[in-house]
């Protein structure tokens, strides 16, 4: 899957401008719930300003809370280290990043430098719930040898069975032995004989 599918687009966020001071940025934060908004200049990408910045430096410069609020501007504590992907990247690589970086999101950016949108740890965690297939069929997990021709034997005796595969994901246990987890969300009426077939077969089911 594209980047491009899941962003949020640059029209749906609140974002705040360099120039604007902290006090309307905390209003915008503040009025949505957020932790952080993207800063845009034009139609440049500049950062991110976060509640979590703006309070820091208040209270490591000290002084008036209105007065540093009111006078200091979002580019002067603006956070700049934010990755970037393009909307034809694939979602793995916006996934990479925000693991790599710890950031809130990681900005989308087209080929002419200009902001699209961002993508969010929740986007990430929301697809990946529906990868899993959650809410969706019963749930069949298998530990199966690292071994060529597993995932399809196991396939064609679901199949045979009548079981309809609605999701299909191999996951690694980090475990010595040479095993993988097969994850597969099964839509069947006879979800237990399948069960029982995939047990005959010399798989071992979770």
Do not use: C, W
Request: net charge neutral.
């Amino acid at each position: 899957m594209l980047v491009k599918a899941l962003m949020l687009q640059k029209e749906e966020l609140i974002t705040g401008t360099p120039d604007e001071s902290l006090k309307i940025a905390l209003n915008k934060i503040n009025e949505r719930n957020f932790l952080s908004i993207p800063v845009v200049d034009g139609k440049k990408f500049a950062g991110v300003i976060s509640r979590e910045k703006i309070f820091d430096e208040y209270f490591e410069i000290g002084g008036n809370r209105e007065d540093y609020l009111d006078n200091t501007k979002i580019k002067k504590i603006i956070r700049t280290d934010i990755p970037s992907v393009r909307p034809q990247d694939e979602i793995e690589k916006a996934a990479q990043a925000l693991i790599n970086y710890g950031v809130p999101f990681v900005a989308v950016i087209n080929e002419a430098d200009e902001f699209e949108g961002i993508i969010t740890h929740f986007t990430i965690f929301k697809e990946f719930l529906s990868i899993l297939g959650i809410d969706r069929g019963k749930r069949l997990s298998v530990i199966a040898y690292d071994i060529p021709g597993q995932i399809a034997k196991l396939s064609e005796i679901i199949s045979r069975n009548g079981g309809d595969i609605l999701s299909f994901v191999v996951l690694d246990p980090k475990i010595k032995t040479e095993v993988k987890e097969i994850v597969v969300r099964i839509k069947a009426n006879n979800f237990a004989e399948i069960v029982e077939a995939v047990s005959r077969a010399g798989f071992r089911v979770q």
